[in-house]
């Protein structure tokens, strides 16, 4: 399903302009911590200020932040959503905007792009996909939009051998021979229809509060139990997911066809913000690294979402 908006690159005098004319003392402003990245946003939304307290930790104001997202009403409702970003300042306007995991997705890419043009020994890259830890040791899950990631998440996470760190985006370092892994939200913006595929999780849902689009920001220690949660792992496998009914349910791949499919499906990451071939490259050799560092399995979810879950619990070591 493709966004409603495309990202438009703006230069500073224009950011200035846009500013001068959204920014006002009204504004719900706060800080968030993300992966050691302070990203302030300024929204005009107090559901969309409520939720990305809910989800994300927060910070004092009196710390600095690294980029700035701001998400403004300037319509009736029938408004075009607009995504204007600047990438000296990180600076990213979104206008018009009624769902609040454009926000949210917006704001990790914020990140991911400030990780990309910052130099450090211990450069750290970004993947939109989940990981679930087993043991200090877990699996990486990557996929185009509707392919069953979260649905896949969820399932691996009623086994209490799994435990949570993320269901929509980590961050990697690499370490000699480890790829380690970090979470990247406080609680999890998730599908109000979880339980649909796993009942099991229904009473544990049930007094969420959902959004018009019928999703909620879950605390994610009361829906799995605070010690199943993790903030770090490293990576023993990566399951790359797709849905075509003329190939076979699960095989491995090599290092080379999963970087062509990733490269073919965007990096199955709608959320980039800048596109240049510079930064493409950037992302094409990361990926290929993080492919080659440990298996890497095609898991066709054309089966149903438990006969899709069983291939997965059958990898060794997951």
């Not at 939304?45 to 927060?58: A, G, L, T, V, Y």
């Not at 069953?148 to 009623?158: A, F, I």
Request: some cysteine.
């Amino acid at each position: 399903m493709p966004l409603p908006y495309k990202v438009e690159i703006i230069n500073p005098s224009q950011k200035e302009t846009l500013m001068s004319e959204f920014y006002s003392s009204s504004l719900y402003e706060r800080k968030a911590l993300i992966h050691g990245t302070c990203i302030k946003m300024f929204s005009d939304s107090h559901s969309f200020k409520d939720m990305w307290e809910d989800n994300f930790e927060q910070l004092p104001d009196w710390i600095r932040p690294h980029a700035r997202l701001f998400s403004i009403c300037n319509g009736n409702g029938t408004a075009r959503m607009k995504v204007r970003y600047e990438p000296i300042s990180k600076t990213v306007i979104i206008e018009n905007c009624d769902y609040y995991g454009y926000v949210k997705s917006i704001a990790l890419a914020l990140v991911a792009d400030f990780l990309e043009d910052f130099t450090s020994e211990h450069r750290r890259y970004s993947v939109h996909g989940s990981f679930v830890d087993a043991g200090g040791r877990g699996l990486a899950i990557i996929g185009p939009s509707g392919s069953g990631k979260t649905t896949l998440t969820y399932g691996l996470l009623l086994d209490k051998r799994y435990n949570f760190v993320t269901d929509d985006w980590f961050f990697v370092r690499f370490a000699n021979n480890d790829t380690l892994i970090y979470s990247s939200e406080k609680n999890s913006y998730i599908r109000g229809n979880l339980s649909e595929n796993w009942p099991q999780y229904a009473s544990r849902l049930a007094d969420t509060q959902k959004d018009e689009k019928d999703r909620a920001v879950i605390d994610v220690k009361r829906l799995l139990g605070g010690d199943r949660i993790r903030t770090d792992s490293t990576l023993e496998a990566t399951v790359i997911l797709t849905r075509d009914k003329s190939q076979e349910p699960f095989t491995e791949m090599s290092g080379k066809d999963a970087l062509a499919y990733l490269v073919k499906n965007d990096f199955c990451n709608p959320h980039q913000l800048v596109r240049t071939r510079k930064k493409m490259e950037k992302r094409r050799r990361f990926y290929s690294e993080f492919l080659g560092r440990a298996p890497v399995y095609l898991l066709n979810t054309i089966e149903s979402p438990k006969e899709s879950l069983e291939r997965i619990k059958k990898l060794s070591g997951c």
